[in-house]
């Protein structure tokens, strides 16, 4: 009797677990049509509104919008290039489209259950909630199109393009090679391309961007910017914090920065317009112009050099420009107070001028061995700027 009494009670606990466990499906309505010289099937469905949206299809394009409905409606559009209904059909079975909501999160997932056919396209589109707090989704190759939804995105595709826009909550994109683009976002975004170009419009947060080769541009943002490209160019056009921008090869070019700056490029060119703090700038063999820093630390393999230092009223610290093949030209605004020291090794031909009585010019050796020196204090002196070129000229310039 007792284990008649046990058998029972693991029989009834059988039953009832999995009704504790599980998700709540929806039901999910169904249609076949000819489509062009093919077939397509519509699959669409409703979720409740919930807090979290999770989405995992093996391929295709996945779009996500926000607006004012209550719950999450989809549509999942799958076509297919034959010209049998019947063999459609067929195939159409294959792909299994499974919605439910599991606590606080609503699921979509998308699975080929055998081979995907060649001749093939998916597209999953969804509606949802602007307020919703997350947005997740990964596809194996598809394109990804995200709006308008005041939550967290965090998107990711074997290698389609991304793009982000009218997000609240910050994002984080991953391409396996696709490009990324990104409109307004607020809270700080992550955006990683195997080789794609990157370009960010408004950014209210910081922006981590990495691409294996692509360009990467950045129009705005409000907290800093970290940049990396193994070859492309780089364009941060506005930007309120510290900027670090790296390229292989490429050029770079900064526009109106509200902090420091960290730059380096292999081979490329280097501007940079305005700076609110320090700029550290190397170039394996460019040109570099830095225009209204207060400071700077400047070296390429064998380009030329134009620096513009002005008082920007932040934290001043020593300066030094330095090229092995190229001149270098220092523009000083009238309130800026240094100490000064510069040199020219391979002076023959070459020559140190200035518009500034306070540094003295002078030269040693005989026309094969000469070199050139110049040494003075502007404003009282300050902050040390050492500048040095192996063959080229040096020019102090008052700054207008």
């Not at 961007?209 to 056009?237: D, H, L, P, W």
């Not at 518009?355 to 009282?380: M, Y």
Request: glycine share 18%; aromatic share 4%.
């Amino acid at each position: 009797m007792k284990r008649k009494l046990q058998i029972g009670v693991v029989s009834i606990l059988a039953v009832l677990a999995p009704l504790t466990i599980l998700p709540q499906s929806v039901a999910q309505e169904t249609r076949v049509s000819a489509e062009g010289g093919g077939w397509g099937q519509e699959i669409t469905g409703t979720l409740a509104a919930v807090k979290n949206l999770r989405i995992k299809v093996d391929s295709g394009a996945v779009i996500v919008h926000g607006g004012q409905q209550q719950g999450i409606n989809y549509v999942v559009h799958t076509r297919l290039h034959t010209s049998s209904e019947q063999e459609a059909r067929h195939q159409f079975d294959q792909y299994k489209v499974t919605a439910y909501v599991k606590g606080d999160t609503a699921w979509i997932e998308g699975n080929w259950q055998g081979k995907q056919p060649r001749h093939c396209s998916e597209e999953l589109s969804v509606m949802v909630p602007r307020e919703i707090a997350l947005v997740k989704l990964e596809t194996d190759g598809g394109s990804v199109d995200t709006t308008g939804v005041s939550g967290r995105v965090e998107a990711e595709t074997g290698g389609g393009s991304i793009h982000l826009d009218d997000v609240g909550g910050g994002a984080n994109a991953e391409t396996g090679g696709g490009s990324i683009d990104v409109g307004n976002v607020s809270g700080e975004i992550g955006l990683h391309t195997g080789g794609g170009s990157i370009e960010v419009h408004q950014a209210n947060g910081k922006v981590v961007a990495e691409t294996g080769g692509g360009s990467v541009e950045i129009q705005s943002c409000m907290q800093g910017a970290n940049v990396e490209t193994g070859g492309g160019s780089i364009a941060v056009r506005h930007c309120s914090g510290k900027v670090k921008a790296s390229t292989g090869g490429g050029s770079i070019e900064l526009g109106d920065i509200g902090g420091p700056a960290e730059i380096d490029t292999g081979g490329g060119s280097i501007r940079v317009n305005s700076a609110q703090g320090h700029v550290h700038a190397e170039t394996g063999g460019g040109g570099i112009e830095l225009y209204g820093v207060p400071s700077a630390q400047v070296e390429t393999g064998a380009g030329g050099i134009v620096v513009k230092l002005v008082n920007t009223g932040g934290e001043r610290r020593d300066s030094q420009l330095e090229t092995s093949a190229g001149d270098i030209t220092v523009y000083i605004a009238a309130d800026v107070a240094l100490n000064v020291r510069a040199s020219v090794d391979l002076a023959s031909g070459h020559r140190i001028t200035s518009e500034f009585p306070d540094i003295q010019v002078r030269s040693e050796g005989d026309w094969a061995s000469k070199t050139i020196s110049a040494e003075g204090k502007l404003n009282g002196g300050g902050p040390m700027l050492k500048v040095h070129t192996t063959t080229g000229d040096i020019n102090f310039k008052r700054a207008k």
